[in-house]
């Protein structure tokens, strides 16, 4: 027969009172709300970053679309004045598309034409048609053999007014600044005023230096390419422009620049017609000066450098040394994202307290009073019942039960302590009586 194993039964855990099974209650409930509340500070973390990436790539994209708009509305000047330098080359390189006699006939119409503005007495009607012409006072008159060549374009110039009202002005300019044409027409008197000097001689260098000739010719643009000036105020409507010019050449030979001015009124229009979702644009030049700005309120953006980390985002203005920055800054950027998500982070914050609070008032109204009432029952033992503790009203009738149950318990350990001490005391009597029984027999044997 085997013999028995000599090994002590391992001894059993102590079972957990009802005020530990309350301590890890509670501490479930706060792990488990604690679980809630970090899956939804992740959750929402994720939807920020997603909703911020969206956002950035949505203004990105909306910078592109008011890229191709003011992409647009700088090609029509700049194609306009290409457009006008087609026709002068054409008709300078084939003398026989011009009409040689238009001029002279132009002049017959005069009322005792001036010398530095040679149409400006003409009919009002054929002055509208035909624009003006202003020369200095001290040129020759070889330019008549010249006025033919730009004239070419007048239709074109007549039919870009026409149709764009962000134009201002459509010129020819002389390479060697003896003379120009301007369409709509401009008044020898509205020159001399808009200028603030007294006679055509001192006016056309201010008109030719603001358009920028010098930057269109052979010494600064060897390319031959249009060019675009710095913004000015045109000193005839008093609205900022900015002016483009497209050399004009015979050859080799620079003989002038079609032109045209360009409201930068129209760029603000644009950009305030495309409203952004958030953060600001604004059309610059090279040297940082504000063309036209996204808010109805003139302002100046933040210094550069115009990169990404820093909020920027910049785009290349087809044709043009201009760029449309826009800035939007993280704390812009962050705010919008929050805007977005607020009412998605409300109701998942409102569910995440509506869970608390529920599992809180299931906790008051069932599971912590069932661990009250067996800690209740657990420590109602002995000569002293403590009173049952405030509980909800489904749970009182336990409660009573169990405190009854405790009082007939301790009544009947108390009777039992009572008939047991009466018992005893008996039996210490009885005792006594058959002591002295059994003395009183063992007296006569000794006698």
Known sequence: MAAMPNTAPAPEAPALNARGLTRKHHLSLVLVLGGLALVLLLGSWSLYSRQKAALTWALSAQGEQLQLALNDTLDAARLHAMGMRQSAERNLR????????????LERRNLAPLRDAPWDRMPQDLAKDMGAVHTYPAASGDYRRELNAPLGALGQAVAAHSQQQRLAWSYFFDAQKRWRWV?????????LIATGKADMGAALPVLWDAAGLDAAGPARNPQKEPVWSAPHTDPFKKITVVSTLAPVYVGEAFVGAMGTDLSLEALGTVMQQRPLAMGQAWVIDKEGRVLASSDTKASTPPSGPYTTEAGWLRYVLRGSPFSLVIYAPSSVVAGHT?????PML???LLGLLAAAGTALWLSRQFTLPALQLADYVQNAEGPNIKRPP?????????FDRAARAALDRRDQVMHHHQRSSQLEKQIIQLEAQLRARDNKGQQPHSE
């Open 346 to 348: 409300v109701t998942g």
């Open 94 to 105: 084939q003398p026989l598309f011009n009409d040689s006699s238009l001029a002279e006939r």
């Open 338 to 342: 929050l805007g977005k998500l607020m």
């Open 390 to 398: 405030k509980v909800p009203a489904l749970w009182k009738p336990w």
């Open 183 to 191: 369409y709509p027409a401009q008044a020898r008197d509205e020159v």
